[in-house]
Nanobody, 122 residues
Framework: VQLVESGGGSVQTGGSLSLSCVTSGFRFDHYAIGWFRQAPGKEREELACRNSNDGTTSYVDPVKGRFIMTSDNAKNAAYLQMNNLKPDDTAVYYC????????????????WGKGILVTVSS
């Protein structure tokens, strides 16, 4: 099983970045997939989750209206478009999956990527 994030980097406040998570080694459409982040000194937090039952996507309040998660079952990949970035968005971003799940709780995901750094400067 592999999950590989890409697309991170540095951007100024108000800018945009697009992250990708390419996966392999499991049946992608049988898994919920989520995006998470962990800032220095803080706990890992869920940002968005596509559930495996009906494919709908949910977001946490801090990123609603700014971040958009999409996925492509044919490419076994998920994406996170991040707009209007703020310095508080600076963190390591991860994708993770959980089999046959309607949610993406950070404490019980099955597989994780290694993460990618996003830095937003003021």
């Amino acid at each position: 099983v592999q999950l590989v994030e890409s697309g991170g980097g540095s951007v100024q406040t108000g800018g945009s970045l697009s992250l990708s998570c390419v996966t392999s080694g499991f049946r992608f459409d049988h898994y919920a997939i989520g995006w998470f982040r962990q800032a220095p000194g803080k706990e890992r937090e869920e940002l968005a989750c596509r559930n495996s039952n009906d494919g709908t996507t949910s977001y946490v309040d801090p990123v609603k209206g700014r971040f958009i998660m999409t996925s492509d079952n044919a490419k076994n990949a998920a994406y996170l478009q991040m707009n209007n970035l703020k310095p508080d968005d600076t963190a390591v971003y991860y994708c993770a999956v959980r089999q046959f799940s309607e949610s993406c709780p950070a404490y019980s995901m099955d597989f994780w990527g290694k993460g990618i750094l996003v830095t937003v400067s003021s």
